[in-house]
């Protein structure tokens, strides 16, 4: 049980960090800077070149693997109190 509760303490810089990625991609599709700003060219493809693009696919990467590590660590404390509880370790 012991093991549990240590390995739960390890929790909070996955949530903290979960956090702050979705407030960055809240913040990314939102598009503040976007509005009412003429001066976008399209580029060769007929696609607004704009580099917040970039800052959004690096804040979706972000979010899926913190995201992925927060699942991860939450079922190894699971199945370690889990197992605390069934098998008496």
Known sequence: MERHTEMGDNLLPWAVALLVASVLLWLFYQRPWERGSAEQQ???????????????????????????????????????GAQSVWEGV
């Open 42 to 80: 399209p580029d060769g493809r007929g696609a607004v070149a704009h580099p917040a693009v970039l800052m959004r696919v690096v804040a979706v990467v972000l979010a899926l693997v913190v995201g992925t590590g927060a699942v991860v660590e939450t079922d190894r404390i699971g199945d370690s």
